[in-house]
């Protein structure tokens, strides 16, 4: 029981689970996969279920008195109750959309959650071999060789934003609202890219603004907002709050339902 771990030290132990789930999607991606669809019509996939267990397993095992709430684990009903003010975000596979399609934006996200406030969080992109990490201290890219080891790391941080701002957006699930609050700034440069990637993008100062007016889960976004805020952003609610995690947040909605939002670098 390493209870005693600086959350330093915890995101060094969700670096290596996060690269070993990664390798194990990449194997599934290989060998070839058939995709399933869930309760709420979302696919899911092999991988999905063995970089869960990855990451479950070793969370599980070194932090046995942290809960971990995990996308899979969800959606088959199985969360944890009373997860207190210390736990785990983990979705193994986000962007699973993209990763059926053949794309190469989907990542693994482990985020740790300590009173309502994302601490800790990484991001793995195994397609990408591009690994990110942060904490209180500072945010890390960290590319990682073809058998998915992490190399040197590069700290990142956001930018300064200078015009034109670049708004990143949902490839897959856009939504009217996001439409126009993009439209609000005249001039704006739109990207899209699939997953938490947005947030690396904000983190490592190639982009100003991720506005998210459409449904998302908090393991979804926990680990990448960990990492923004790590890297000198930060993400709001909609009336400016900083933006905060924990079961029963959203009213009307599920245990673990995000609000919209709107990540952001640093604003001039
Ligand atoms: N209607 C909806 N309900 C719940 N989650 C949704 C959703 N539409 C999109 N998402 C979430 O958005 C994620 C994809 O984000 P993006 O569109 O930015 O790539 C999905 O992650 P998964 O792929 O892990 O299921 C999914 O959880
Ligand atoms: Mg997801």
């Given at each position: 029981m390493l209870d005693h771990d600086t959350d330093a030290e915890i995101l060094k132990f969700c670096e290596q689970l996060a690269l070993d789930a990664g390798r194990r999607i990449m194997e599934i991606v290989h060998e070839g996969f058939s995709a399933e669809l869930k309760m709420d019509s979302s696919p899911v996939t092999l991988a999905d279920r063995e970089a869960e267990r990855i990451i479950l397993e070793g969370l599980r095992s070194r932090y046995p008195q942290i809960p971990v709430v995990a996308e899979e684990e969800a959606a088959a009903g199985r969360e944890p109750q009373n997860v207190g003010s210390v736990f785990f975000l983990v979705?193994?596979?986000?962007g699973t959309r993209e990763f059926v399609r053949g794309g190469d934006d989907y990542t693994v996200n482990i985020g740790l959650v300590r009173a309502g406030v994302p601490v800790a969080g990484v991001i793995y992109a195994p397609a990408r071999f591009a690994l990110y990490s942060g904490a209180e201290g500072g945010a890390w890219e960290i590319p990682a060789d073809a058998q998915h080891v992490a190399k040197d790391r590069r700290a990142i941080q956001v930018r300064s934003a200078t015009e034109p701002l670049k708004i990143v957006a949902s490839r897959s699930h856009n939504t009217p609202e996001t439409d126009e609050f993009i439209a609000r700034y005249k001039g704006a440069e739109r990207m899209t890219v699939g997953s938490s990637l947005k947030f690396c993008l904000l983190a490592s100062g190639q982009a100003d603004l991720y506005p998210r007016m459409g449904r998302t889960m908090q393991w979804d976004t926990a680990a990448g907002d960990a990492i923004l805020r790590a890297a000198g952003g930060i993400t709001r609610e909609l009336d400016g709050a900083p933006y905060r995690y924990g079961p029963g947040l959203t009213p009307g909605d599920e245990d673990f339902a995000n609000r919209h939002f709107i990540a952001e670098g640093r604003l001039a």
């Amino acid at each position: 029981m390493l209870d005693h771990d600086t959350d330093a030290e915890i995101l060094k132990f969700c670096e290596q689970l996060a690269l070993d789930a990664g390798r194990r999607i990449m194997e599934i991606v290989h060998e070839g996969f058939s995709a399933e669809l869930k309760m709420d019509s979302s696919p899911v996939t092999l991988a999905d279920r063995e970089a869960e267990r990855i990451i479950l397993e070793g969370l599980r095992s070194r932090y046995p008195q942290i809960p971990v709430v995990a996308e899979e684990e969800a959606a088959a009903g199985r969360e944890p109750q009373n997860v207190g003010s210390v736990f785990f975000l983990v979705d193994p596979l986000d962007g699973t959309r993209e990763f059926v399609r053949g794309g190469d934006d989907y990542t693994v996200n482990i985020g740790l959650v300590r009173a309502g406030v994302p601490v800790a969080g990484v991001i793995y992109a195994p397609a990408r071999f591009a690994l990110y990490s942060g904490a209180e201290g500072g945010a890390w890219e960290i590319p990682a060789d073809a058998q998915h080891v992490a190399k040197d790391r590069r700290a990142i941080q956001v930018r300064s934003a200078t015009e034109p701002l670049k708004i990143v957006a949902s490839r897959s699930h856009n939504t009217p609202e996001t439409d126009e609050f993009i439209a609000r700034y005249k001039g704006a440069e739109r990207m899209t890219v699939g997953s938490s990637l947005k947030f690396c993008l904000l983190a490592s100062g190639q982009a100003d603004l991720y506005p998210r007016m459409g449904r998302t889960m908090q393991w979804d976004t926990a680990a990448g907002d960990a990492i923004l805020r790590a890297a000198g952003g930060i993400t709001r609610e909609l009336d400016g709050a900083p933006y905060r995690y924990g079961p029963g947040l959203t009213p009307g909605d599920e245990d673990f339902a995000n609000r919209h939002f709107i990540a952001e670098g640093r604003l001039a």
